[in-house]
């Protein structure tokens, strides 16, 4: 699992897939959501713009875990 520090409160889920590269646009991120590609925390994530915060487990199918610090 590797870990991605944000500076700020919280990011939304599409922009965390474009900051950690699995994305390399906004359509994209927005794809990988729709699809039920996302997970959260173990729970499969459809809204693009749900908020993440410090703690946060973030994975994606076939793809990397994250963790956000």
Not at 31 to 59: P, S, Y
């Amino acid at each position: 699992m590797e870990e991605i520090a944000i500076t700020t409160e919280y990011i939304k889920a599409d922009a965390f897939l474009k900051f950690t590269g699995l994305c390399a646009t906004g359509g994209q991120a927005k794809w990988m959501i729709e699809e039920g590609q996302v997970t959260v925390n173990g729970e499969v994530c459809v809204q693009r713009g749900k908020k993440l915060h410090k703690g946060d487990i973030v994975a994606v199918v076939g793809g990397p875990t994250y963790q956000i610090i």
